[in-house]
């Protein structure tokens, strides 16, 4: 049987796929949600308002595939892959604390939350992706979806 493609999965079936495999990766108010915005952009994720310096850990366990300021926007972001096609990003850091090809349990701090990549106020600017097939791009999900509650 050939795996449907992430764009043909539901909202339910992504949901009961990640169902208990993230947890928070900060805790804090939502300040911007998934989904289309009013100006013609989208947000891939959602954003979490925290105090500058609040601990990031990584919602899963992973290899890190990303650590650093070179993704216009984000300033400095953290990209760790996850077992069965799932990846995370966790973006406006003030301090990353990984390297590249690092391996991370859940849990781990990853970085500082800070206002990095042109943002106004301190926040964590955080994706979840799926793609399940590695031949596929990962394509956004709503956090939300898949995170505890």
């Given amino acids: 049987m050939i795996p449907p493609s992430a764009s043909e999965l539901t909202e339910s079936q992504i949901s009961a796929l990640g169902r208990g495999r ?51 926007g984000f300033g400095n972001l953290v990209l760790i892959k996850h077992a069965d096609g799932w990846v995370t990003a966790y973006g406006h850091l003030a301090r990353v604390d990984v390297k590249m090809q690092q391996k991370v349990v859940q849990g781990q701090q990853i970085g500082q939350a800070g206002a990095s990549g042109g943002v106004s106020e301190p926040q964590l600017h955080f994706e979840v992706r799926y793609a399940p097939s590695a031949n596929e791009r990962a394509k956004p999900v709503d956090p939300q979806l898949v995170l505890a509650k």
């Fill in 22 to 72: 993230f947890q928070w990766p900060l805790r804090g108010d939502i300040i911007s949600d998934f989904g289309p915005k009013g100006t013609g952009q989208r947000n891939d994720g959602i954003n979490i308002r925290a105090r500058a310096g609040d601990a990031v850990r990584s919602a899963a366990a992973g290899d890190v595939v990303y650590a650093g300021d070179q993704v216009p």
